[in-house]
């Protein structure tokens, strides 16, 4: 269910969820999403899972992030591309390097080549 960023029921569920926008992307308990509808879908999973420990870790909003010489030198032998926001590997786009290189190596050992 897609609808437009001002309507009432969206700017309700965003409240009612704590589901946050930087402007760029919406923010549930320490996670990204490019779409509102799976940040809310997310927390009403939580919601519905009180029992459900999450271990996400909170995000800098904002932050800059820019890998080393080492991790340019990893992402290079595994084919991942960083775009100054996140990490992409194929057409996945990763928060985080570790799990880019997780799944490129997955990849690699069932394909034996990057997608």
Known sequence: M???PDT???EGEMTEFSVGFDG???HYNGYRYDRWED?????RLLRNRPSQIDAAVALAPGRERVPSDTDQALM???????DG????FGDYRYDQLSDA???ARRAQSQHGDPP
């Open 76 to 82: 290079a032998s595994l084919g991942i591309r960083f």
């Open 2 to 4: 897609t609808m437009k």
């Open 101 to 103: 290189v997780t799944y």
């Open 39 to 43: 940040a809310v879908a997310y927390a």
């Open 8 to 10: 009432p029921q969206r």
């Open 85 to 88: 926001r996140a990490y992409r």
């Open 24 to 26: 760029f992307r919406y």
